[in-house]
């Protein structure tokens, strides 16, 4: 199983841009990363997903180094709406076909004004 | 709106007590995951299933159950409820299940209070 450490917290303004970092030493070659953000009293909402290199939408940006050993979400420009819980996913197939999906503590990112 | 269905939204009971929690997935999508998230805590797996059938298996305690019926809604049983219990339960799906690249939609969960 892939575990995965993201920062507990961080802190921005409004209009940087914020990265974060998600660790998964031992992936498997098949896995994709797969982003998440909750506000509170919600359920996560999907954000981006990779498998290596980068990947972009209209939200964020993933990037993925060779190894895979790590990913790096990317928020352009913040605003205060961006304020919630982002979480690193890499699930870990079973031999049942099943999809288990283990999230880490995530990462409360505080936009400020 | 995720396009999943959770009721009811708010759960109010005693300990000691049981309650069922009902999930509709998506439109088309056949897996079923349910998760538990206490106050300030991220998400634990609980159990998820796919076309009627348990697929993978989390930390789910031998007091809570689950089942995916043929018209594919889930239901999360809880028994001899604890203080413990008061969580967010969150239900998602997905189109298929075994693949890494699946995209999970969450419903707004159902908010239990054990008293």
């Known amino acids: 199983l892939a575990k995965t450490t993201q920062p507990i917290s961080m802190d921005s303004y409004e209009g940087q841009e914020v990265n974060i970092t998600c660790s998964h030493n031992?992936?498997?070659?098949?896995?994709?990363i797969t982003w998440y953000q909750q506000f509170p009293s919600q359920g996560p909402r999907f954000i981006i997903q990779?498998?290596?290199t980068k990947v972009t939408n209209e939200v964020a940006s993933l990037f993925i180094p060779a190894d895979r050993k790590s990913s790096t979400l990317s928020l352009p420009r913040v605003s205060l709406s961006d304020t919630a819980v982002y979480y690193c996913?890499?699930?870990?197939?079973?031999?049942?076909?099943?999809?288990?999906?283990?999230f880490g503590a995530g990462t409360r990112l505080f936009v400020k004004a | 709106d995720s396009g999943v269905t959770q009721t009811p939204k708010h759960l109010i009971t005693a300990t000691g007590q049981r309650v069922t929690l009902r999930c509709s997935p998506r439109?088309?999508?056949?897996?079923v995951y349910w998760y538990q998230q206490s106050l300030d805590q991220g998400l634990q797996f609980l159990i998820q299933?796919?076309?009627?059938?348990?697929?993978a298996k989390g930390n789910i305690l031998e007091r809570f159950s689950a089942q995916q019926f043929p018209d594919l809604h889930s239901e999360l049983n809880l028994s001899s409820l604890e203080l413990g219990d008061s969580a967010l339960y969150f239900c998602?799906?997905?189109?298929?299940?075994?693949?890494?690249?699946?995209?999970?939609?969450f419903g707004s969960g159902t908010q239990l209070s054990v008293l």
């Open positions: 998602a799906s997905s189109y298929s299940s075994g693949r890494s690249n699946e995209k999970l939609f």
């Open positions: 299933y796919y076309n009627g059938e348990e697929r």
């Open positions: 990779g498998y290596k």
């Open positions: 031992n992936i498997a070659t098949n896995d994709y």
């Open positions: 996913l890499v699930g870990d197939i079973i031999g049942t076909g099943g999809f288990k999906t283990i």
């Open positions: 439109s088309g999508d056949l897996s």
